[in-house]
């Protein structure tokens, strides 16, 4: 960019320190922002910034999208090989995967990771966590595998209840019908049969049989009968507690004579605590990290909450344990060089903290209340989660004035933008709010008609702003029209949110994906958002040999900086 600024090695008239000047209206503008210990020069439109480690870091980030010219080039040069050195990496994970021919049942073209991605079902005889971040086609290489592999059929399919469809299209898409005399009919697909009610009775002859976690249990009996071969659990994390019913349930059909293959799909296979990982694996592969007491006493403490957590030093070898054994853990940074990044950002904004604490003493009042007239340990555990959530429900209240300035200000120099929320009022209130941009929504008792619906609106871009539930949006859709996604409401699990970016982080993605984090500021959502930090590092540190930082605050400051410039320079 022309006349964007200079950028001089100088010593400072009045400190007497070396220091770094930078001239140009808009980059001493765009500096101020990220630089709060920058000082104003002798001239208009100049400034000052200390020659510091993060002040390098600063001008490098501006100058690989608006170049500054520079005015002292060796020292430049000096400053920027040394605050830029590389740090030693561990080597990665070396999976030894070939590109892996889908057999003849397969329709469609796999991209090379997914074909290593088929290479290792393969090599690991159909038991196996594929554990790739969300938006890399865990389904596409699940169904190249059914297809390739000897007997698979009959497959389960245990999904949540919003994917269902999904995979009944994703069958239908990719795989042809092959007859029982093994001539494979190419204008057909395998038949399949969606499960949708609890009530016990016989099942038809079909290839797939597709069902949600929560009716499992209901229609064990049933299941039992099919002479499985195959069962495939999407967002396996849902059997991360190994006490559930629906966990129980899977735990048994895995374990029928008929059944050979166990495949687990879920890009967070752990959502808050790194013991979840332990359910998961005894049923993909029972023993391999002995029973959970021995699991626990090899890997982990316990927290004052009694809560396993895997400690520091064994996070590493936990994951390479999982890595050699049972787990394919590919990052899109990996394997999608033309992949943007990915930028979280904490952005705190107002509220109405009169009203929030008019409103929390009331929950706290009724809390007491509650709390002293429990007759069990379940009543009152039951009356502190209420207490939770309706503190988040007013925390929301709280700041959704603020949210809405937010989005719009977003929508003014975006095309596409998705908001996220938790609660069915907020949801309610930012449609009602923003219903000048004709928002679509995905919102929790949608039938699975409109619920495609909206998401086509949005792809198509007849409608330029999604309003989503935190938990109704955040699996089994692609939103890679937008690369804005606001959070106007914070959930307890880091891997809530991810799942969420990810609708837009995916395959198809062209832009980088900005994550907007809307903080209440006198609210509790910095404690949220403080345990989400805390949980992430466990996250990371288990599933990926780097940590992946909730917040980008770096990047995430230059992109503030750079809507603020656009809305400038207007």
């Known amino acids: 960019m022309e006349n964007f600024g200079t950028l001089e090695y100088v010593l400072d008239k009045y400190s007497k320190i070396w220091s770094w000047k930078i001239t140009g209206q808009r980059a001493v503008s765009m500096i101020s922002r990220l630089v709060p210990e920058a000082w104003y020069g002798e001239n208009i439109n100049e400034v000052i910034i200390p020659d510091s480690i993060e002040s390098v870091k600063q001008i490098k980030l501006i100058m690989d999208r608006y170049p500054l010219e520079i005015l002292s080039k060796s020292a430049w040069q000096r400053k920027i090989v040394k605050t830029y050195t590389p740090k030693p990496a561990l080597p990665p994970v070396k999976y030894n995967l070939h590109r892996a021919k889908a057999g003849e049942q397969f329709r469609g073209k ?79 697909s395998p038949t399949s049969t969606i499960i949708r009610t609890g009530k016990s009775k016989e099942l038809p002859v079909t290839d797939f049989y597709i069902i949600n976690y929560e009716l499992l249990y209901k229609r064990l009996s049933d299941l039992s009968k099919l002479n499985l071969r195959t069962i495939v659990c999407d967002e396996v994390h849902n059997l991360r507690s190994k006490t559930t019913q629906k966990y129980k349930a899977v735990k048994k059909l895995a374990a029928l004579p008929s059944l050979s293959y166990r495949i687990g799909l879920s890009g967070t296979p752990i959502f808050n605590r790194g013991s979840e990982i332990w359910p998961i694996v005894d049923i993909l592969r029972p023993g391999l990290l002995g029973s959970f007491k021995e699991f626990c006493e090899y890997f982990c403490y316990v927290n004052d909450k009694g809560k396993a957590i895997v400690l520091e030093n064994k996070r590493a070898s936990l994951r390479n344990e999982l ?63 209420r207490a939770i959530q309706s503190e988040r429900q007013i925390a929301g209240v709280a700041k959704l004035p603020h949210v809405i300035n937010f989005v719009k200000n977003i929508m003014e120099i975006e095309e596409s933008v998705v908001v996220f929320c938790h609660h069915k009022v907020i949801h309610k209130l930012l449609h009602d709010s923003l219903s000048e941009f004709s928002p679509v929504s995905i919102i929790g008792g949608q039938s699975d008609k409109l619920r495609q619906d909206q998401i086509d609106k949005f792809q198509k871009g007849e409608s330029k702003l999604m309003i989503a539930g935190l938990r109704a949006g955040n699996v089994g859709i692609n939103l890679t029209r937008a690369k804005y996604v606001i959070f106007a409401e914070l959930d307890w699990s880091p891997a809530i949110h991810r799942q969420a970016e990810d609708r837009l982080h995916r395959i198809g993605q062209k832009n980088t994906v900005f994550a907007y984090y809307l903080i209440g500021n006198g609210t509790l959502d910095d404690h949220v958002a403080n345990i989400l930090v805390d949980k992430s590092y466990e996250i990371d540190s288990i599933m990926d040999e780097t940590a992946d930082t909730y917040e980008n605050k770096d990047k995430a400051e230059l992109i503030l900086a750079q809507i603020h410039d656009k809305i400038r320079s207007k």
């Open 110 to 188: 796999l991209l090379n990771f997914q074909k290593e991605g088929l290479d290792f079902l393969l090599k690991s005889s159909g038991n196996a966590l594929l554990a790739d971040e969300m938006g890399l086609g865990k389904t596409v290489q699940t169904l190249s595998y059914v297809a390739t592999e000897k007997q698979t059929f009959p497959v389960l399919v245990v999904a949540p209840l919003v994917t269902l469809n999904n995979w009944e299209r994703e069958i239908s898409k990719f795989m042809k019908k092959k007859s029982r005399n093994g001539r494979i009919i190419e204008s057909e």
């Open 323 to 385: 890595q050699k054994h049972v787990m394919l853990r590919r990052k899109k940074s990996d394997v999608l060089k033309e992949l943007k990044d990915k930028v979280r950002y904490k952005e705190v904004i107002d509220a109405d903290t009169d009203y929030y604490f008019d409103e929390l003493g009331k929950i706290w009042t009724k809390l007491e209340e509650e709390q002293k007239n429990a007759e069990t340990a379940f009543d009152k555990s039951a009356s502190y989660h």
